[in-house]
């Protein structure tokens, strides 16, 4: 079977590969770079990333499901130890995966010691913070992208872990990241009527003693999407 990209579907929203790739080529990553595709799917972004010219490697907790045919794809849990050896990567890239996982501690402990040192790990998922998905949450019960949990689905298809950047960053750093870049793929129309409406409110609890304003920057309160790059120290 020919490889075609109508043949690999992207398991994503719509939209989340060309955003994402439009923020990893921001980064100017070297062609030739060795990069693990963790959780790929069919195997849409490897294909892509392949066709840039970077040295191609996924993972897929299914690896059955995965059809790019030039690129092997290996069988591995992201929460537990990855069949790679130490400093194996110049690149991980985790797109729309970690909303997926519990265990965080063992993603990051696991992403960086696979990475050789001063790599990144590339990390998409839904943006929480958004006003659409803090209004959501007020009204619901649950942020964007996230709805009640089937107790007897255990495939890794449900999203269980709805986190905010400062978390990722907090998680990362206790494993030997420095904090992220971050960026957007998109400003949401409902997310900025929503900003318009309560930034009198949003300015006024910028004004409380030490009060931390990372999580209203204004780029998580209009994303869809959050993408962050964490480095390797």
Not at 122 to 139: D, E, Q, V
Not at 203 to 226: A, D
Request: glycine share 6%; net charge neutral.
């Amino acid at each position: 079977m020919e490889n075609k990209s109508t043949d690999i579907k992207a398991l994503t929203m719509p939209g989340v590969h060309s955003s994402f790739l439009k923020f990893f080529k921001g980064r100017t990553e070297p062609l030739g770079l060795k990069i693990l595709d963790v959780g790929a799917g069919e195997g849409a972004l490897t294909q892509k990333l392949h066709e840039m010219g970077y040295h191609m490697h996924a993972c897929e907790l299914f690896p059955e499901v995965f059809k790019f045919q030039e690129v092997s794809c290996d069988q591995a849990d992201i929460t537990k130890s990855l069949p790679y050896p130490d400093h194996a990567f110049d690149l991980v890239i985790a797109v729309e995966v970690t909303e997926h996982i519990l265990d965080h501690e063992i993603f990051f402990s696991e992403t960086h010691r696979i990475l050789k040192p001063g790599g990144k790990l590339y990390i998409s998922t839904p943006n929480i913070l958004s006003m659409k998905s803090r209004i959501r949450f007020l009204f619901r019960g649950f942020p964007f992208a996230f709805n009640p949990l089937d107790m007897d689905n255990h495939n890794g298809m449900q999203h269980v872990s709805s986190l905010s950047l400062d978390q990722y960053n907090y998680q990362a750093v206790k494993h030997g990241y420095a904090e992220a870049e971050f960026d957007i793929d998109r400003v949401q129309s409902t997310s900025r009527i929503w900003h318009l409406l309560l930034l009198p409110l949003m300015m006024f609890t910028q004004l409380i003693t030490g009060y931390s304003t990372l999580h209203n920057h204004k780029k998580l309160q209009l994303g869809r999407l959050l993408f962050m790059v964490f480095q390797k120290k």
